[in-house]
């Protein structure tokens, strides 16, 4: 394979990133040849490191390099507290907004009929067995406010109910908004507001 071939295997690998479509990945690729020793070689290093590495943790379905995540690792979060996702960048958003200090639960998508997913697609199951386990006093159901995000998080409020409290976010969280794309503010807003079901 030639070399200009490479190079746009690179460009052509970069533009599936999110966010990122053929001309953007062709001036990040270029951006990163020209600073090569600065971007292109320590990001090729990490990268490597990182595909060695990164796992889901067992516990929880977080994202990190061990098989139990810091964060249900920490003794300081087992408080009884545990906020319900549905994605991993659901929880970075949340940890980068600093607002919650208990532990996670990521379900990895929302039920949908139309997509053929349900409960057991799902970590609900796992959510299930947490609430006994950890001994969990409330669950927060920090769920994307769309269509399946609500419906899955009605779903999860019926499987539960009577078992533990349940709150959801509240003030803040636009319909059809999704958490990893809300400010640290308005997460702030939403967590400290939340509600019962």
């Not at 270029?30 to 990001?43: D, E, G, S």
């Not at 997509?115 to 001994?135: A, K």
């Not at 400010?183 to 507001?193: E, Q, V």
Request: glycine share 8%; proline share 4%.
């Amino acid at each position: 394979m030639s070399d200009s071939n490479d190079i746009e295997a690179l460009i052509d690998l970069m533009a599936r990133l999110p966010g990122l479509g053929p001309r953007s990945a062709r001036r990040a690729v270029l951006h990163m040849i020209r600073k090569r020793a600065l971007l292109l070689t320590p990001l090729a290093d990490q990268m490597t490191r990182v595909a060695q590495t990164a796992r889901e943790c067992l516990n929880c379905g977080n994202i990190g390099t061990r098989d139990i995540c810091e964060i249900c690792e920490s003794e300081k979060r087992a408080n009884g507290l545990l906020c319900v996702v549905e994605d991993v960048a659901d929880l970075w958003a949340m940890e980068r907004a600093g607002v919650f200090a208990g532990r996670y639960h990521v379900l990895g998508g929302t039920l949908s009929a139309l997509d053929g997913i349900g409960p057991d697609d799902l970590r609900i199951p796992q959510l299930i067995t947490r609430i006994t386990s950890e001994e969990i006093t409330e669950v927060i159901l920090a769920l994307n406010a769309t269509i399946d995000g609500q419906t899955t998080a009605h779903y999860i409020a019926d499987q539960l109910e009577g078992r533990v409290t349940l709150t959801s976010l509240a003030q803040g969280v636009p319909i059809g908004g999704e958490l990893d794309y809300l400010d640290d503010g308005t997460i702030s807003a939403a967590m400290t507001a939340r509600k019962p079901l």
